[in-house]
């Protein structure tokens, strides 16, 4: 009996879409998995009381709908976008959000914050298939006539802390703090790269929430 033409290690979202693809392309294909069930990081179990389903480690997949890979599978989901993508507590009791719409979020910050954020992100979501492919090519080649490119080629290697920067009121940088991945220490010690805020804020996930404020970012799916 011949063996298969792939051998897929881990069952986690990207190890399922390759073996995916790689069967809907007439390839037989093994999937290796350690833990007692498949889906990795997608995964949902009753985790506190029956019935209750919980996300084991992510809840929001921008990729999920943005990913050329994902909707060259036509998977049968459904996909509900929150209005707030995202908020932060601030100080004085007040909280700073993410909408979905570049103008709501630009609306909370005072002084000239404000447009520097519509400046910033707006080209972003207006852009961004373009962005989304940008991220997941294997090698970016410069867009002189894209200004979503050049931003993302300004502010994308700088740190975290460089981009916030940018923001004199504290509900913007705020915003900016809660964007790169996993931020567990004091922004004394050095940042994520900005392409992570940029990312969120556009919704594509870890390619950050530049995007999130497109409508069609950062979903959650249905039933779970």
Excluded: Y
Aim: charged letters at 15%.
């Amino acid at each position: 009996m011949a063996g298969p033409d792939a051998v897929i290690v881990g069952s986690g979202p990207n190890g399922l879409t390759a073996a995916a693809k790689l069967a809907l392309s007439g390839k037989k294909v093994l999937v290796i998995e350690a833990a007692g069930s498949i889906g990795g990081g997608t995964r949902s179990s009753e985790l506190t009381e029956p019935g209750f389903i919980h996300d084991v480690c992510s809840a929001i997949h921008p990729f999920g709908v943005t990913s050329p890979a994902f909707r060259a599978l036509s998977v049968p989901i459904d996909w509900v976008t929150p209005p707030i993508a995202m908020a932060h507590p601030l100080d004085d009791g007040t909280a700073v959000a993410l909408h979905n719409s570049v103008a709501a979020t630009a609306s909370q910050f005072e002084g000239s914050d404000g447009k520097e954020w519509a400046a910033l992100v707006g080209p972003l979501v207006s852009d961004l298939d373009n962005v989304v492919e940008t991220f997941l090519a294997a090698r970016i080649l410069p867009n002189p006539f894209s200004k979503a490119a050049r931003i993302m080629g300004v502010h994308g290697s700088r740190s975290s802390v460089a981009l916030a920067d940018r923001f004199g009121t504290v509900p913007a940088r705020a915003l900016i703090a809660g964007s790169p991945p996993t931020p567990l220490h004091r922004w004394t010690r050095p940042s994520p790269p900005a392409s992570h805020c940029c990312s969120q804020q556009s919704g594509t996930g870890g390619a950050g929430p530049w995007c999130a404020e497109d409508p069609k970012t950062w979903p959650v799916p249905w039933p779970p």
